[in-house]
């Protein structure tokens, strides 16, 4: 038996035999013969085709892993749209002579250079973000199948390092864990294996002679053990037990109140960002659908989908929650989530451009398509809507304006329409410092502390350089949602929490003191929570 140590790990225990990730490596020609006119039409065409993988890998990945792991596969795809890491490669190519395929892996290799020479471990993590975009790209242009793992029995892999696009595509069922001599627990690709919940070790020396060999992956104490015998067989056996029992214990929680020691009680709901999302939801036993993205109907396709679309699927939502509360935020588009049907200008500051309820306002005819069919979907649940991005009351007003009229059409056409609650997202200053007067127009409040944070603390969150610099808890943000619960309460309004701060146990108690109505979590995240709640006293001192 041999104990080799590695430098990340995460996950818990993975036992079984080793395989090791075959690449086919790429064959390349430095020199064309065909002249850079087509050498730059072949690396267009090329990184079109990159961006429709990606496209399909992202849509691939939110099923997999929600929203926030799959903005990977976006900031991938921006890649092939920034102008310096172009306009290197068609140097290359007009300068050197040089075929597509070689000017995208020197291009490649000056950049991810750039990154793994940063002093900063998260920056020199995207390093990997930028081989991947690149070898994908080399993989089109020379038609080069992807890695594969060999063998139909399921095992640790074990590899150089793995992209997030070979990670989101592995088969679970084949995969037991995996090691890769590279990458870290902040790379991409360990975000995705920690929420696809795949035990994984980063920074291990391997050599061939590891396949097929029987070995035990630790990643709780960051070891791999080659050759086990069977005490240490036995001994891991009995932690993993201990872990899977854990996981039973959070279902009994199942159907039981999130209320504290003291008999506070919460509601504890689940974002979501699809209609099939809506069976885990249920799994995990949440009160409501605190969130339901519906932008991401609107991201799946090419076109704008149809009022009937999307009433299915609201229906569909509303039905399956049996009179549980669904909040549908309206189309939150701009930013980081484009849809080029919407034809929105080029913006050089997106997070403040045309986003959310702007959107919505300036492409009206599709936002009441959308509140007709969230209108309809009201006759068969408990259904509310909620406005993003709004910094001021007009446009409060102009949104219950469309709503109102879409209502009146619906009434009079005979279709059936039920209550519904209108709410807002606060997540600006702007609607932090006028709550007292949103807060008269509306009848709840949903914090989305993801953009109240980067719009709080001046941090793009989807800028690497500065992300790092993000501290959520912030005493500028926890005062901000502080104030947005007290200017609530003022005038009636219930107050949510519906960002990913909403998961963090290190807060739960302060927003539990704060007076927060309800938390909004990722499905996963509702039993652990509950857990936490439910052990919590809050007539004792903080």
Known sequence: ???????????????????????????????????????????????????????????????????????????????????DYLEAVKSVIKNRGSTAEYAVTAAGERFAAVFSAMEDVYMRARSADVKDVSSRMVDILTGTAQGALHGDEPAILVADDLSPSETIQLDKSKVLGFITRYGSSSSHTAILARTMNIPALMGVDFDDSWDGRMAVLDGVHRQVYLDPDDQLLAQMEVRRWADQERQALLLELKGKPTRTLDGREIRLCANIGTDDDVEQVLRNDAQGIGLFRSEFLYLEEDHCPTEDRQFKAYKKAARAMAGKKVVIRTMDIGADKQAAYFHVEKEKNPALGCRGIRCCLKHRDLFKGQLRAILRASAFGTVAVMFPMIIDIREVREAKALLAECRAELEAEGTAVGPLEVGIMVETPAAVMIADELAQEVEFFSIGTNDLAQYTLAIDRQNPQVVPLADPHHPAVLRMIRETVEAGHRHGCWVGICGELGADQTLSETFLRMGLDELSVAPADVLPLRQYIRGLNLREEP
């Open 1 to 83: 038996m041999k104990a080799v140590n590695g430098t990340a790990g995460l996950n818990g225990i993975a036992i079984g035999p080793l395989r090791l990730w075959r690449r086919t490596n790429a064959h390349m020609v430095f020199a064309s013969d065909v002249g850079p006119e087509e050498e730059l039409r072949r690396f267009e065409a090329a990184r079109e085709q990159a961006e429709e993988q990606l496209t399909a890998l992202g849509d691939k990945a939110l099923e997999k892993v929600g929203q926030d792991n799959a903005a990977i596969f976006e900031i991938h795809r921006m890649l092939l749209e920034d102008e």
